[in-house]
């Protein structure tokens, strides 16, 4: 496997040639070599199509439903403008990545944060912990396993009459360590249940409520990871991510009369985490592809580094969850604290420098951001089309 280290970044090296397969190791397996035998729509409404005349910054304000997000207004006495505060919905902000950019952008005070969590009371006791002060946030339940959780939590969001100007979709879980699958509440493998068709679904429903938003840069986030794209080192860690041609994910991930593996394969919760980051990765793809021009949205995915600190490792085995940071921190240097990865992701949801959409974020070891390559699979707009098709008739919309 002939690799190159690339363009500063200790976490882009790059392979020049993809594709190569490999063998599965599973929950047998300590940073992917054996150590383990000893360790072991299309979206058809009138609201869309309409092209965001509203959102037409020609000085026509969109009414708002609340008081409290009032619109662009002129308030200071040089007659500036200034910016309401920004609500942005993040999902699994009780903890790692998604508490970390909620405190970011909730001490800016620019921001408004609806944490979307599956635990209500772990959220509030994460913001209390982490400092974040009341009027800054609010908790939603969201469980994304469930898509009757997904349709309530819009109702709800609705209901509570905020605008909404960025989504990100942050949520994960990772089972590297499950011998056998599990399911969502509507019979999908819980991994790309979660982490892709969950948010597939939030963010079809959400997409009109943000083109309703008259906030200036309203965004679209879905967090993907290096280790989805297999023109990296860490992508070609076994399993490596791989769509296939999407037989499982057709028959609808159930482990009984399909595979629980979008590609129809045997289940490895390792490669159902991956395969779900390459599905996150090309969605992203696929909402700029159809809604960019229209919208004026911001589509865009990130590589935030290497937090080998966060929660998501908590099905690990524990040898692994004591290594895997110094591992990061010493010999692949593409660690990140929370804290440094929260700050990058409230970057991409506010910063002016990065409105660019269709873009897939990652930072150099200086933390400057630049818009990283993704690997064949990740940017294979036919399958891109495809998954979007089939998800939307997994989750209903279709
Ligand atoms: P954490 O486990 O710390 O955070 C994941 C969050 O997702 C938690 O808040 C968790 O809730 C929530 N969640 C899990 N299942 C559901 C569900 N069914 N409904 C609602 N929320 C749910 O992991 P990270 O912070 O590391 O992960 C955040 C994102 O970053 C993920 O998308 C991950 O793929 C990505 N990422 C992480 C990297 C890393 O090195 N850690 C690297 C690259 C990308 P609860 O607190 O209740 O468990
Ligand atoms: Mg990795 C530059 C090298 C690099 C980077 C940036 C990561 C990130 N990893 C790298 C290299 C390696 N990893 C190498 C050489 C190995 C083999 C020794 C290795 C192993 C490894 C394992 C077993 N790595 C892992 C695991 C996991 O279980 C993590 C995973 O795949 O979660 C899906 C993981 C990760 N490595 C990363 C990152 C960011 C992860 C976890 C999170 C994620 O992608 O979302």
């Not at 959780?149 to 994960?172: E, H, K, M, T, Y």
């Not at 399911?183 to 068709?197: M, Q």
């Not at 990871?225 to 999407?246: E, R, Y």
Request: aromatic share 8%; charged share 20%.
């Amino acid at each position: 496997m002939a690799l190159q280290a690339a363009a500063l970044v200790p976490s882009a090296f790059t392979i020049p040639k993809e594709g190569k397969s490999s063998a599965s190791f599973k929950d047998s397996s300590l940073f992917g070599v054996s150590f383990s035998e000893h360790v072991k729509a299309d979206f058809n409404s009138s609201a869309l199509r309409c092209k965001r005349e509203y959102n037409q910054r020609n000085g026509a304000v969109r009414a708002q439903t609340t008081a409290s997000a009032p619109s662009v207004t002129r308030a200071s006495p040089e007659g500036k403008k200034t910016l309401r505060k920004g609500s942005v919905i993040v999902t699994g902000a009780s903890s790692g990545l998604g508490l970390a950019t909620a405190k970011a952008l909730a001490e800016t005070g620019k921001w408004h944060v609806i944490m979307a969590c599956r635990d209500f009371l772990k959220a509030e006791r994460a913001a209390k912990s982490a400092g974040i002060t009341k009027e800054n946030y609010t908790i939603m339940h969201l469980d994304l396993a469930s898509l009757d959780s997904v349709r309530q939590f819009v109702d709800n969001f609705r209901r509570s009459g905020q605008p909404l100007d960025v989504l990100v979709c942050n949520a994960a879980v990772y089972l590297p360590t499950a011998k056998e699958p599990t399911f969502t509440a509507e019979g999908f493998e819980l991994s790309v249940g979660t982490n892709h068709l969950g948010h597939f679904l939030l963010s079809r429903l959400l997409l009109e409520d943000l083109n309703k938003s008259d906030y200036p840069s309203r965004r679209h986030i879905i967090v993907g990871s290096i280790t989805g794209n297999t023109n990296t080192l860490a992508g070609n860690v076994p399993p490596k991510a791989n769509l296939g041609d999407l037989r499982g994910l057709a028959g609808g991930l159930n482990g009984l009369n399909s595979s629980a593996m979008i590609d129809g394969g045997d289940f490895d919760g390792a490669k159902a985490y991956k395969d779900s980051k390459v599905c996150n990765m090309l969605t992203m793809q696929e909402f700029h592809r159809r809604y960019h021009e229209d919208t004026g949205i911001t589509f865009a995915s990130l590589y935030p580094g290497c937090i080998a600190t966060t929660g998501l490792f908590r099905e690990h085995i524990p040898l692994f969850r004591l290594l895997f940071p110094p591992f990061q921190k010493y010999i692949t240097k593409g660690f990140v604290s929370e804290e440094e990865a929260g700050k990058r992701l409230a970057q991409v949801v506010s910063e002016p420098s990065l409105t660019k959409s269709g873009v897939y974020w990652s930072w150099n070891k200086d933390s400057a951001s630049f818009e990283n390559q993704l690997s064949q699979e990740a940017s294979d707009v036919e399958k891109a089309r495809k998954v979007w098709d089939v998800s939307e008739k997994l989750v209903g919309l279709a």
